[in-house]
């Protein structure tokens, strides 16, 4: 059971799957409210997933 933000995170990372996204690339910032929230940023650069905590200047997306 994924009880962090950072768990949840994780859990994204090892779900996602190149072939689907297909050959954009995009910065997505995510702005999670509450006691435990916190900013967080998913970076999809050819092909590839990194995730890392904090905000960037200028994400393609932001979801909070």
Known sequence: MIKT???L???FSSQFD????GSDDAVLQFVVTGDRGG???ASI???NLSISKGK???PSM???
Request: hydrophobic content about 45%.
């Open 5 to 7: 933000v950072e768990e």
């Open 9 to 11: 995170f994780v859990f």
């Open 18 to 21: 190149s072939s689907k996204w």
């Open 39 to 41: 900013e967080w940023n």
């Open 56 to 58: 960037v200047a200028e």
């Open 45 to 47: 650069m050819g092909g």
């Open 62 to 64: 932001t979801m909070t």
